[in-house]
Each structure stands twice: as structure tokens, then as C-alpha cells.
């Protein structure tokens, strides 16, 4: 399955470090990423996959928490949202 990420909040040491590492023990494939700076405000967008032994809502659910840890905002959408709105 792939998906996107985005994480957005204030900058802070650490942040594509946390958010990989996450990635890595939930077995997730870091595809593509972007990032940058916006007013100190850092923001990431990446593009993951990985087998279908894993499950979406493991996925969201861990990227949930780390969110709460850490204080900053990160969601994830299946590709296929973004496939179907490509379509219309």
C-alpha cells in the first residue's frame, strides 16, 4: 500500500528523525519526502509504502501518538484518495 504524510508544526530538532525512525519500526518505506521552513514553522510531505501484513490502521494510529508526543500535526491518506481526485 502507499500513502502520504504530512507533518506540519513548529520547527524543532529532530522532527524527520522521530517521524522515520516511526516509519522503520512500523516496517513503513520512506519513498520520496520534501520538506522546508515556513516562518519557523517546518512542514513534510511524504510519500510511503509498504506490505499488506501491515495495516492502515496500525500505521495512522502510531503516527497518531507520535503527534501527541511531540506536539506537532501529522496525518496520512491513502494514495488512492489523491488518485481519485486526479480523476475528476
Not at 516496517?27 to 516562518?39: A, F, G, K, R
Amino acid at each position: 500500500m502507499k500513502a502520504i504524510i504530512t507533518v506540519i508544526g513548529h520547527d524543532q530538532i529532530g522532527i524527520v528523525a522521530k517521524v522515520s525512525a516511526k516509519l522503520a519500526e512500523l516496517h513503513v518505506n520512506i519513498l520520496d519526502i520534501s520538506q522546508t521552513l515556513m516562518d519557523g514553522n517546518f512542514t513534510m510531505m511524504t510519500m510511503v509504502e509498504w506490505q499488506d501484513s501491515v495495516k492502515f490502521e496500525d500505521v495512522k494510529s502510531n503516527l497518531e501518538s507520535l503527534a501527541n508526543e511531540t506536539g506537532l500535526d501529522i496525518h496520512i491518506q491513502r494514495e488512492e484518495i489523491f488518485d481519485a481526485i486526479q480523476k475528476l
